[in-house]
C-alpha cells in the first residue's frame, strides 16, 4: 500500500516562505512520476510541478521562479521549495504520485497541507 505523508504547510505574509514535503512510504518502483496540486475553495485543481525518476522536472507557469520541486531519493522524499509567496498561492496543497509518466493519472495521493498567504 501507498502511503504519501505531507507537512510544511502554514501561514505567512506575502513575500514569504515555505518548504512543504511529502514523505513516501511503500513507493519503491524504479518508474515514477511525483507531483504537487493545490486547489481553493470553489477553485479547480491546478497542477503546480512534477518530478519523475530521471530527475526531470515541470512547473506551473504560475509558479515559475518562485516555487522548485526537488526530491531525495535516499530519503524517499519529495519537496516543494515555495518563495517570494503570493495571496493567489493560498490553497490546500497535495502531494500525488503515479506508476505512470506524469502526464498520466496521479492514483495515490497525500492528506493535504494548507498554505494561507496574508497580505
Known amino acids: 500500500q501507498v502511503q504519501l505523508v505531507e507537512s510544511g504547510g502554514g501561514s505567512v505574509q506575502s513575500g514569504g516562505s515555505l518548504r512543504l514535503s511529502c514523505a513516501a512510504f511503500?513507493?519503491?518502483?524504479?518508474?515514477?512520476?511525483m507531483g504537487w496540486f493545490r486547489q481553493a475553495p470553489g477553485k479547480e485543481r491546478e497542477g503546480v510541478a512534477t518530478?519523475?525518476?530521471?530527475?526531470?522536472?515541470t512547473h506551473a507557469d504560475s509558479v515559475k521562479g518562485r516555487f522548485t520541486i526537488s526530491q531525495d531519493n535516499a530519503k524517499n522524499t519529495v519537496y516543494l521549495q515555495m518563495n517570494s509567496l503570493k495571496p493567489e498561492d493560498t490553497a490546500m496543497y497535495y502531494c500525488?504520485?503515479?506508476?505512470?509518466?506524469?502526464?498520466?493519472?496521479?492514483?495515490?495521493w497525500g492528506q493535504g497541507t494548507r498554505v494561507s498567504v496574508a497580505s
Open positions: 500525488a504520485a503515479t506508476y505512470d509518466y506524469c502526464s498520466g493519472s496521479f492514483n495515490y
Open positions: 511503500g513507493y519503491t518502483y524504479s518508474s515514477y512520476c
Open positions: 518530478i519523475d525518476s530521471d530527475g526531470t522536472t
